[in-house]
T-cell receptor, first 117, second 113 residues
């Protein structure tokens, strides 16, 4: 598609439950990124993929968080044993490969608001 | 340590006037800079970018200026329109297309009719 599609828009989980978020990148984009927005305006990088391979996972919490981008499937971000502090908006973005030596911007989805009760 | 800073949380301008949003960075490895616009309950929308080999990039009403020696960039919107009212984020990347973006905290622009 022409837009990054994130589902669901809003996800509510009780503390300790699992949460799984999905992202369909723009068709033809090789790179996928996940960001977490906890406070109103602060974006925290979590992980990036180049096709189905993890490219950079330096922002991923060591425990409970995992992510995948499998061929012919939406990418996913999964949080095991959720905590109150996981409440945030999770944004997915995708970008094309460099063209003509030029960097390409990341295009964002509308986010999934995760509420942990 | 915040590597990208937008020191003005908010800015209010009159319709038709120029809006100038500022951004400072500390990481000298950044060489690609972007501005995003964000409405509530939506994701950031890409506006304009600039590579470190340039000092200016223009797209319609939007112009981004980069001063590498000062590690400073700015976004000019002229003329400002009420529909420009949104949160504007400055972002920076190191020299890799797959690189993560580091964001500032945003500036809320209000354009008054």
């Amino acid at each position: 598609g022409e837009e990054v599609a994130q589902t669901p828009k809003h996800l509510v989980r009780g503390e300790g439950q699992k949460a799984k978020l999905y992202c369909a990148p723009i068709k033809g984009h090789s790179y996928v990124f996940w960001y977490q927005q906890v406070l109103k305006n602060e974006f925290k990088f979590l992980i990036s993929f180049q096709n189905e391979n993890v490219f950079d996972e330096t922002g991923m919490p060591k425990e409970r968080f995992s992510a995948k981008c499998l061929p012919n499937s939406p990418c996913s971000l999964e949080i095991q044993a959720t905590k109150l502090e996981d409440s945030a908006v999770y944004f997915c973005a995708s970008s094309q490969s460099r063209r003509g030596g030029r960097n390409q911007p990341q295009h964002f989805g509308d986010g999934t608001r995760l509420s942990i009760l | 340590d915040q590597q990208v800073k937008q020191n003005s949380p908010s800015l209010s301008v009159q319709e038709g006037r120029i809006s100038i949003l500022n951004c400072d960075y500390t990481n000298s490895m950044f060489d690609y800079f972007l501005w995003y616009k964000k409405y509530p309950a939506e994701g950031p929308t890409f506006l304009i970018s600039i590579s470190s080999i340039k000092d200016k990039n223009e797209d319609g009403r939007f112009t981004v200026f980069l001063n590498k020696s000062a590690k400073h960039l700015s976004l000019h919107i002229v003329p400002s329109q009420p529909g420009d009212s949104a949160v504007y984020f400055c972002a920076a990347r190191e020299n890799t297309n797959a690189g993560k973006s580091t964001f500032g905290d945003g500036t809320t622009l209000t354009v008054k009719p």
